[in-house]
């Protein structure tokens, strides 16, 4: 288990709204992006990476590291700035962000961004790649975890469910996933496009140990990661965290509208202070 | 024909003379049978493996089928059955490979290319993954089965992805050639294979560059560019058309792609005319291949023959390979009609 004893909330909290204004930021670069996706992942990317895994930013090549797999990979654009802010690579490099022959496009390349442990952006394959790196470090004898983020409406994809089997039958107990449950995929709400409830016992029912806690509350996520086992075998780790798309920015909170899009002019700049001001208690719209 | 090829045959139609058949493994382990050359997937890589500790070995519930189960009875710790799981056997090999290990991952052509084509090009070939995709019982090897097991689509749908070496085994001996010269090659591959008991074209196992032909006959009237399955009928076509008067050249092109295009070239400078034989759609695969090198170079008699562009009859795979003049008479007539219109 980490030591949590120099572990900061305040610091996680910063650093998750760090991710939220670099995509910001970086979108305006591209003229698109992917908001609200990745603003409901800011508080997991925060605490896995500034808290939880076992990385050597100077040694990223290291074997016996932590791996780290966005499986929904639309969420690079958040990915980026940590890997750069841990020193992966200088954080001026992100100011090429998707121009013409940039190291880093929306969807993200293991061959072009260093830090980043495998590519992604065709929705249903991160699951198994983590269940192949759990595989190697059993055969070579090492005790990484692996992480898997998936997002809710990417599990409608089959091949997740084949690694969902597979990791049970292996007893990959070091591979670990974290969904981000924010509830929308593009065309709707995932209770309405195409049903995942209730998810946590999906996966239990697959052999898996799940947890569920509240993806945006940092003691909340450490706990979760508090408990997960050491060692590389035994059951595999689910854990849902219930998020909010779009989370930090009012007008992008469980909207439809916002899975891609460009802030402007006043906007940009209005959202850009709402989130240096910290995140505000999440109201629900009433139910029309 | 001959007579290893007639026992081919028999077995192939079924008329194992009465004998009780129960399951599909006719081969004896490490030790293929005389004019049966089974698989030696799993012995090799076996082999390999006791020397290369990056060697991991995946099937998905086929591991009788493509012999993988060899490796397995060596080497417990390092194999791996995904069950009826293609996709994800294919991406988790890319990422062990992303963990250091060189992955073999084999099953039947038309589930590890066709219905992983998307897993091979994102996840093996675009990331540079060493994942080696074996694809067994490629072609119509699987006769009978149907269009459902065949892969006659494999070649061209995979030659198209970059950073993807893309080879068809010819026989055993050539099998393990390749599997030796796979292991430190660069990127992800696709290896075809045969359904095993394909004719033997090499006696010892010969000396190999992937992306090099194997120039195995001269000739100057004619040349035969074959590959996998196809070099053994295109052999025996050649000796045919010698006895009449007809000097063919004869080239395995067992590297699909990258294709070895200098060759293509020579015979397009020494020979009359030039015949593709594959088996694999005549659309995509091998002799398009060859049809992108000759469109740039002086032009001369070009015949592409394969399976026509529908899916096949079903049938034993003797009576198949008859039916689309795929077995050596059939390449011969192709041949003697082609060079006819040709004068």
Redesign the interface.
């Known amino acids: 288990m980490p030591n949590r004893s120099n572990v900061n909330i305040a610091v996680l909290e910063d650093r998750a709204k760090f991710i939220r204004t670099e995509t910001v930021r970086l979108t305006r670069i591209a003229g698109a992006g992917h908001y609200s996706s990745t603003f409901s992942c800011a508080e997991i990317l925060s605490a896995l990476y500034y808290a939880q895994m076992r990385i050597e930013p100077a040694n990223p090549d290291w074997d016996n590291r932590d791996r780290f797999v966005m499986s929904k990979g639309h969420a690079a654009i958040g990915l980026y700035p940590v890997l750069a802010d841990l020193g992966y690579f200088p954080p001026a490099e992100l100011d090429t962000y998707t121009r013409l022959g940039s190291k880093y496009g929306d969807h993200p390349d293991m061959k072009k961004v260093r830090g980043l442990d495998f590519s992604s952006g065709s929705l249903g394959h991160g699951l198994s790649v983590g269940l192949g790196m759990a595989l190697a470090g059993r055969i070579r004898g090492h005790d990484y975890r692996t992480y898997v983020m998936l997002g809710d409406g990417e599990i409608s994809e089959g091949q997740i469910w084949e690694a969902v089997n597979a990791a049970n039958h292996f007893q990959l107990g070091h591979l670990v996933i974290l969904l981000d449950r924010n509830g929308l995929c593009i065309d709707g709400h995932t209770e309405e496009i195409m049903s995942i409830e209730p998810v946590h016992d999906r996966f239990a029912s697959f052999g898996w140990d799940v947890q569920r806690v509240d993806g945006h509350d940092l003691p909340s996520i450490l706990t979760a990661f508090d408990n997960l086992p050491q060692g590389t075998t035994g059951k595999p780790q689910a854990i849902v965290f219930d998020t909010v798309k779009g989370r930090g920015v009012k007008r992008m909170e469980m909207s439809l509208d916002w899975h891609v899009g460009n802030l402007v002019g006043e906007d940009y700049d209005d959202v850009m202070a709402e989130l240096e001001a910290g995140l505000k208690p999440y109201v629900p719209e009433p139910a029309q | 024909m001959t007579t290893e090829m007639q026992n081919e045959a028999e077995i192939f139609r079924g008329t194992t003379e009465g004998k009780t058949v129960f399951k599909d493994t006719r081969s004896v382990r490490g030790t293929p049978k005389a004019g049966m050359p089974a698989f030696v997937l799993g012995e090799e890589l076996a082999e390999m493996a006791k020397t290369d500790p990056r060697i ?1 070995v995946a099937t998905a519930d086929l591991a009788s089928a493509n012999r993988t189960n060899d490796f397995k009875a060596v080497h417990p ?2 194999f ?1 059955d ?2 009826i ?1 293609e ?2 056997m ?12 060189v ?1 073999y991952v084999a099953t039947f052509a038309s589930f590890a290319a066709i219905l992983g084509a ?2 091979i090009r ?2 093996c070939a ?3 993954m060493p994942v080696r995709v074996i694809g067994t019982h490629s072609g119509m090897s699987m006769g009978f089965y149907g269009s459902s097991h065949h892969a006659l689509e494999d070649l061209g749908m995979l030659r198209c992805m970059a950073d993807l070496t893309v080879i068809c085994a010819t026989d055993a001996n050539h099998l393990r050639a390749v599997l030796r010269a796979s292991a430190d090659h660069p990127g992800a591959m696709y290896i075809r294979l045969g359904r095993g008991r394909d004719p033997v074209v090499y006696d010892t196992v010969p000396d190999l560059t992937i992306g090099k032909a194997i120039r195995l006959r001269e000739g100057t009237d004619l040349t035969l560019i074959a590959t996998g399955s196809e070099v053994r009928a295109a052999l025996d076509a050649a000796a045919a058309l010698e006895k009449t008067g007809t000097s063919v050249r004869v080239i395995d092109m067992h590297t699909i792609s990258p294709l070895d295009r200098e060759e293509v070239a020579a015979a397009a400078r020494e020979t009359r005319a030039i015949m593709t034989v594959e088996e694999h759609n005549i659309t995509g695969g091998l002799g398009s291949a060859v049809a992108e090198v000759l469109i740039d170079l002086p032009r001369l008699p070009f015949l592409r023959h394969g399976v026509p562009d529908r899916y096949v009859e079903v049938g034993p795979p003797a009576a198949l390979y008859d039916a689309y003049k795929l077995d050596a008479p059939g390449v011969e007539s192709v041949a003697r009609d082609f060079l006819s219109r040709i004068g």
């Open positions: 991991v710790d390092r791996f995904f069950g799981a996709k994800n294919i991406t988790a090999a890319a990422g062990m490979a992303a963990c250091g290990m992955p998307e897993q994102t996840d675009y990331p540079k």
